[in-house]
């Protein structure tokens, strides 16, 4: 069960000074569980959460997060 | 797995285990021929009980089941509830009212049927069972599978 949405947390933990999930997790309020399932793109954040994030990395919300739903049609149809 | 899934792991023995002793006195009690009010009472009896206890096990359990999760992880368990936790509880407890619908119908159409009104009881009973397992299967399935 895998979102349309990708995202670039992975990256911009390790470029923030190999930040931890639990730091993210609470930076933004959320639980270590939740940091874990968006980066694996098996939830996708509300607007919120995903502004939240953004902030943390002071990236704006697209360099983090980008919608492929084309990629999730193909993996439906398989 | 995670700390929530093996919570909820537990809750389903847990509520197995209150589940079935109850049960086996409350029919070892309607077989005995009783008259229809006398099992109504005893069965209203059941569900309250079951209700009563199965609250009291979860709660305890919980509390001792996360005290030896944090022990053993070093890690806090359930600090914060969150948007994805508030998800899936929606999602469990729909599933819930699904299955425990479901039994309740399927429980008056056999009295519709003609079957007997003590038939309808052993119904909700079990659909009571199967809802609170679907409950925490639900809860399992997303916090593993995500959401």
Redesign the interface.
Known sequence: ??SAIRNKIRYYRFMNGEMTQ?ELAERT??????IL?IE?D??S??LE?AFRIAAVFQQPLEEIFSYHPEENNLSKEK | M?H?SKIALFSIVGQAAVFFPLYRTVRQATDAGIPLEAQISLWAAFFLKLLGLSVAVMVVGTILLQALLQIRSK?SV????????RLIEAQAVRNFCYVFCFGFFFGMLLVVLGQPASLLFHVLAFSYLAAGIALYLSYIFH?E???
């Open positions: 069960m895998s639990q309020g959320v639980t270590r569980q939740t399932a694996s098996k939830y954040p509300s959460l | 995670t929530r890690e359930f600090t914060v509830t969150d948007e994805r936790d916090y599978r995500g959401y």
